[in-house]
Nanobody, 119 residues
Framework: QVQLVESGGGLVQPGGSLRLSCVAT???????????MGWYRQAPGKQRELVGT???????NYADSVKGRFTISTANAKTTVYLQMNSLKPEDTAVYYC??????????WGQGTEVTVSS
């Protein structure tokens, strides 16, 4: 198993910034088989959608709606993934979920952290 715990959500005004964190806990073996981590989000009444991912090699991929505003990075031997969100808009309001995918095809999800962008 890989456990993912997110933190950093909250209420922010439009134009503001937030940084989400996600810590992965698992055996060293399972951590070493993670090939991608990232973030998805689900707004009220909508389906879960990709925000962005980062591969074990450091390659990033972002949804068009967040390109240039959001940045994904990793730390701590790739057991921590961050989502730096700048220039936030009301339409970024959602529950943000951390994601980890292993080379075996197994996928893991965090419980989610809520982000509200409102004045």
């Amino acid at each position: 198993q890989v456990q993912l715990v997110e933190s950093g959500g909250g209420l922010v005004q439009p134009g503001g910034s937030l940084r989400l964190s996600c810590v992965a806990t698992a055996s060293a073996f399972r951590i070493n088989t993670i090939v991608a981590m990232g973030w998805y989000r689900q707004a009220p009444g909508k389906q879960r959608e990709l925000v962005g991912t980062i591969s074990s090699g450091g390659r990033t991929n972002y949804a068009d709606s967040v390109k240039g505003r959001f940045t994904i990075s990793t730390a701590n031997a790739k057991t921590t993934v961050y989502l730096q969100m700048n220039s936030l808009k009301p339409e970024d309001t959602a529950v943000y979920y951390c994601y980890a995918g292993r080379g075996t095809g197994r996928e893991y999800w965090g419980q989610g952290t809520e982000v509200t962008v409102s004045s």
